[in-house]
């Protein structure tokens, strides 16, 4: 699950470099040449929630994801393991619940044959899967550290 979660992350970094080369782009192409490219600020902002979503499992995975630690500081061994154990579980129904949300998100817009309201008219289900793979991810590694602290 390591490697899913790690590989998740690089994507999620890969898509910020790919974020920073739009913008620099858009901002030269609209400052400098006077001609702005249509639909780039769109287009981060797809690629902004899939960076989120991506990275969201390996932030969880290396302890990176925001939390409060003055509870778990003055915890002992035992009441910190339960602790970690809540809120495995807690983040586990999170992205079980976003991926359900989500999945009737994305079979709605497929369906329904929904686009982007911008200039990209981009069917919105393509942009929206990210939300599946974030969450899928979220849950996976969940799932791994629950049984991690289950079994240890």
């Known amino acids: 699950m390591n490697a899913i979660s ?3 992350g690089a994507i999620g970094a890969a898509l910020i470099f790919v974020v920073l080369v739009i913008t620099a782009v858009g901002v030269f192409s609209r400052y400098v040449l006077a001609r702005p490219i249509l639909g780039v600020d769109e287009g981060t902002g797809f690629l902004v929630v899939a960076i989120v979503m ?6 969880l995975r290396r302890g990176d994801h925001i939390r409060i ?3 778990l500081d003055h915890a002992g061994p035992r009441l910190r393991r339960i602790l970690d154990m809540w809120a495995n579980a807690a983040v586990l129904a999170f992205a079980v619940l ?3 949300t989500a999945w009737h ?8 044959g929904a686009y982007s309201d911008g200039y990209l008219a981009l069917p919105l289900w393509i942009p929206q899967s990210a939300l599946l793979v974030g969450a899928a991810l979220l849950g996976l590694q969940a799932a791994a550290g629950l049984i991690r602290q289950v079994w240890r």
């Open 69 to 71: 630690d003055l509870i």
């Open 105 to 112: 998100t994305v079979t709605f817009s497929r369906d329904f």
């Open 98 to 100: 976003l991926f359900r």
């Open 54 to 59: 991506f990275g969201a499992a390996e932030a």
């Open 6 to 8: 790690w590989t998740g």
